[in-house]
């Protein structure tokens, strides 16, 4: 109990060090630039409180629990008594499925529930008037992440050098932008920005580095890594895509009812 407690206040400590710094500038500003009162000083008081002790419990939650689970099982969905293959027969890359399986549906769970991309997503739909919905949003790039997560277990397996995903993945992203609407673009852009925060990151760490450690012949440091990169990458071509496929949709439903508009009376 007492570890627990230390282990309690180290983490309040650092989330303590990390919200400082913004309280700090925006208060900073507010009062040196601007040269005006903090407005409803008592409510940013409480809500930094709030922040820091949410935070806290949510970081203190995840490091007791979710991350030694999903390197557990990592470990697990790698070993050769699971895959049901004798460690000195050698395991090929389509032995992992489980593995695929399990990078995907815990990319898509982690995202989510990522409070970053709820809180974007919230404000797209706000900003637009509805026309970009938040649930859409967040199913768009809760696949990307899932698929990024999959590919990249893929790479870890395989061994095939991270360049070559990245290459490809950004060639795609170029050719998505000169034809996906102008609007959802910079949304995209910044959905791949906003997976990497608070839950995506240390879990996805935990999964990569599991991962690299279990599979034969694969090292920590040289294959363990990447993966959050492909999870920044691929929530923008899911997210273009859903934006395209929707716009081409909406147009072959213009396009049949145009017929009908035309004759009625």
Do not use: C
Request: net charge positive.
């Amino acid at each position: 109990m007492t570890g627990l407690v230390a282990d309690f206040g180290r983490v309040f400590g650092s989330t303590l060090k990390d919200v400082a710094p913004i309280f700090l500038v925006l208060v900073g500003f507010q009062v040196g630039i601007l040269r005006r009162k903090v407005p409803h000083l008592s409510e940013v008081l409480f809500g930094m409180v709030y922040v820091i002790v949410g935070l806290t419990f949510f970081l203190f939650g995840l490091e007791l629990a979710l991350f030694p689970l999903g390197k557990e099982m990592a470990r697990q969905l790698t070993d050769p008594a699971f895959l049901g293959v004798a460690a000195a027969q050698g395991v090929r890359w389509f032995d992992y499925y489980w593995t695929y399986l399990f990078a995907f549906a815990i990319g898509f769970a982690t995202t989510i529930a990522e409070p970053s991309l709820i809180a974007v997503s919230l404000k797209a739909q706000q900003v637009s008037g509805g026309a970009v919905r938040s649930s859409g949003l967040r199913i768009a790039v809760a696949l990307g992440v899932a698929l990024s997560l999959a590919v990249g277990t893929f790479r870890i397996v395989t061994g095939t050098p991270l360049f070559l995903y990245m290459i490809v993945g950004y060639g795609l992203v170029v050719v998505q932008t000169m034809f996906a609407p102008r609007a959802i673009v910079p949304l995209a852009y910044d959905s791949g920005g906003v997976t990497t925060s608070t839950v995506t990151v240390p879990l996805v760490a935990a999964l990569g580095l599991g991962l690299a450690s279990g599979v034969p012949g694969r090292s920590a440091v040289l294959d363990g890594f990447g993966l959050i990169a492909l999870a920044s990458l691929f929530p923008m071509i899911t997210v273009m895509g859903y934006a395209q496929m929707t716009g081409w949709l909406t147009r072959r439903a213009e396009r049949r009812s145009a017929p009908l508009s035309e004759g009625d009376p």
